[in-house]
Nanobody, 119 residues
Framework: QVQLVESGGGLVQAGGSLRLSCTASGRTFSTYAMDWFRQAPGKQREFVATIVWSDSSTYLIDSVKGRFTISRDNAKNTVYLQMNSLKPEDTAVYYC????????????WGQGTQVAVPS
């Protein structure tokens, strides 16, 4: 079994920064990409960012481009989401998710970490 454990969430003032981490542990598994999602209160879960494990290519949604960065540390089996210039609309529970192959569905999810940016 594989576990994804997120950390790094918290309460931060608008304009502040947080770095989320998602560490994978358990049996050996292959990874195509690791993604970050978020779910704000009363809203559907939203894709935020992805990083392809083989070449570290990334994609982020427009609303976070220029403020968020996704990166990974292979040796630590960890993906990061650096969040700068946080806004109240970034308030959500953030989840990481694992994809084993291109085109596959997400096979593992973390438990989520809360980010709160009061207005």
């Amino acid at each position: 079994q594989v576990q994804l454990v997120e950390s790094g969430g918290g309460l931060v003032q608008a304009g502040g920064s947080l770095r989320l981490s998602c560490t994978a542990s358990g049996r050996t598994f292959s990874t195509y990409a690791m993604d970050w999602f978020r779910q704000a209160p009363g809203k559907q879960r939203e894709f935020v960012a992805t990083i392809v494990w083989s070449d570290s290519s990334t994609y982020l949604i427009d609303s976070v481009k220029g403020r968020f960065t996704i990166s990974r540390d292979n040796a630590k089996n960890t993906v990061y989401l650096q969040m700068n210039s946080l806004k109240p609309e970034d308030t959500a529970v953030y989840y990481c998710a694992h994809r084993a192959t291109l085109g596959s569905s997400y096979d593992y999810w973390g438990q989520g970490t809360q980010v709160a940016v009061p207005s």
